[in-house]
C-alpha cells in the first residue's frame, strides 16, 4: 500500500492530498528516510510524520482495503510517540486553550454558559 493512502486510511490526514503534500514536503519518514507518496509499506513498518510542529511515530499493524472508521484505527497501526513528545503535545493543546485573551473573539461554550448563568442569576 502507498504510505499517503495509508496516512488517509488511519486518519493522520483528512484528504489523501495533504497526505501526499506533507510526503513532498519531507514530513513522513520511514525507517529514517524521507518517504515519496507512491513509497509501499508493509506490516511492521515504523511511520515517522510530522503534524502541527509535533512528530508522531506510528508502527503498522495491519494494512486497511479503504479508510476506517475512527474506533478501528488501533487494528491497523500502534501509536509508539516517545512518552516526553506526548506531554509536549498536550501541554502544547493546553497553552492553547488557555492563551485565549478573555474578551477576543467569540466566546467560548463555557464562557456562554457562564454569561447565560450570570444574566439568569439577576433575574
Known amino acids: 500500500m502507498r504510505v499517503d493512502k495509508f496516512l488517509w486510511a488511519v486518519r493522520i490526514f483528512k484528504s489523501r492530498n495533504a497526505a501526499s503534500i506533507a510526503c513532498k514536503k519531507g514530513y513522513v519518514q520511514i525507517?529514517?528516510?524521507?518517504?515519496?507518496?507512491?513509497?509501499?509499506?508493509?506490516?511492521?513498518?515504523?511511520?515517522?510524520?510530522?503534524?502541527?510542529?509535533?512528530?508522531?511515530?506510528?508502527q503498522i499493524l495491519n494494512l486497511p482495503k479503504s479508510r476506517v472508521g475512527a474506533k478501528l484505527v488501533p487494528q491497523y497501526c500502534k501509536d509508539i510517540t516517545p512518552e516526553e513528545i506526548r506531554e509536549q503535545r498536550n501541554?502544547?493543546?493546553?497553552?492553547?486553550?488557555?492563551?485565549?485573551?478573555?474578551?477576543?473573539?467569540?466566546?467560548?461554550?463555557?464562557?456562554?454558559?457562564?454569561?447565560?448563568?450570570?444574566?439568569?442569576?439577576?433575574?
Open 31 to 58: 525507517a529514517g528516510q524521507n518517504a515519496k507518496p507512491a513509497r509501499e509499506i508493509y506490516v511492521s513498518d515504523t511511520i515517522s510524520v510530522r503534524k502541527n510542529q509535533l512528530r508522531i511515530e506510528l
Open 91 to 123: 501541554s502544547v493543546v493546553e497553552n492553547q486553550r488557555l492563551s485565549r485573551v478573555k474578551g477576543a473573539g467569540r466566546p467560548s461554550k463555557k464562557d456562554r454558559r457562564d454569561l447565560e448563568d450570570f444574566f439568569d442569576e439577576d433575574a
